[in-house]
């Protein structure tokens, strides 16, 4: 019995290992992603600065070459036009690839996407375009940013739906754990007659009450785990943690675990509401 003990133990602490380890790999993709999205964002902020700069140049260059003779500003001016030919096309899709980058990202991201789109918004009166399209690209923007505050709004309220169903089923699990624990020591508390009949014709459904136990603990630390991916915006990874969870809970025979496969099935029967289409992309046609 001690042997089986010392291997329920190292079974734990292997399985609070494995956890934690994951927890750990989620908070550093969190952080690579973190990273790029700074580095998009000094690139995209370096090409709107050189940008503005080549435009306010321009006129300069113009007048320049109209007091100069035609070969010599044939002969002068090329690497300038080439830097001139920058499209404000290209500096709009890149801030857009910004927006959409945030959008793929956790919640607490979503705030950096309405503002980049504010902030491209205003640019635009800087950039060289028509007016139809700048007053086109303008609505788009609009919608783009009712349309954001529109989903985060309800991916929110279903969270909230989803974190009440898990910490029920967080509730149900502690009880099942501390009741398998209590079921044992009943034994105990009866006199020594029934003990003596009853001892070893209880040791095995003793140990698979004690493993039973010990998958329930498993089960609500992946659901742990599968919480804190969900908060994160890791769906992929949350999906996959549900579906673990089920085949585990689906190997028990007994009905109580069942019933709590069912409330698992229950959550992972939310599907996860869709950050929207850019209209602004679309409207660029990329």
Not at 172 to 200: C, D, H, Y
Not at 237 to 259: C, F, R, T, V
Request: proline content about 3%.
């Amino acid at each position: 019995m001690k042997k089986f003990l010392i291997i329920v133990i190292l079974v734990c602490v292997a399985w609070i290992a494995k956890l934690s380890y994951d927890l750990f790999q989620l908070n550093q993709t969190q952080t690579v992603m973190q990273n790029t999205l700074q580095q998009l964002e000094s690139n995209s902020a370096s090409l709107n600065d050189q940008l503005v700069a080549l435009q306010r140049q321009n006129p300069k260059q113009s007048e320049a070459a109209a007091t100069t003779a035609s070969a010599a500003a044939t002969a002068s001016e090329p690497a300038a036009n080439t830097m001139l030919q920058i499209d404000p096309m290209v500096l709009i899709r890149q801030q857009l690839d910004l927006v959409d980058f945030a959008l793929q990202q956790q919640q607490q991201q979503y705030h950096y996407a309405l503002e980049k789109l504010a902030q491209l918004n205003v640019k635009l009166e800087q950039y060289a375009l028509a007016p139809a399209l700048k007053q086109s690209l303008h609505q788009a923007i609009a919608k783009d940013q009712k349309l954001i505050q529109q989903t985060v709004q309800a991916r929110t309220e279903q969270q909230q739906q989803i974190q009440q169903l898990s910490q029920q089923l967080d509730l149900a699990l502690t009880q099942e754990i501390k009741q398998g624990q209590m079921r044992p020591a009943s034994a105990e508390n009866s006199s020594f007659w029934q003990r003596w009949f009853v001892l070893q014709p209880a040791t095995q459904p003793a140990t698979q009450l004690m493993q039973r136990a010990i998958i329930l603990k498993e089960v609500q630390l992946r659901l742990l785990v599968a919480r804190e991916a969900l908060t994160q915006g890791q769906y992929l990874e949350y999906q996959k943690d549900l579906n673990e969870i089920i085949q585990i809970l689906a190997s028990l025979p007994d009905a109580q675990a069942q019933k709590l496969r069912k409330q698992v099935e229950k959550i992972k029967g939310f599907s996860i509401i869709p950050m929207p289409v850019l209209n602004t992309r679309a409207l660029l046609g990329s």
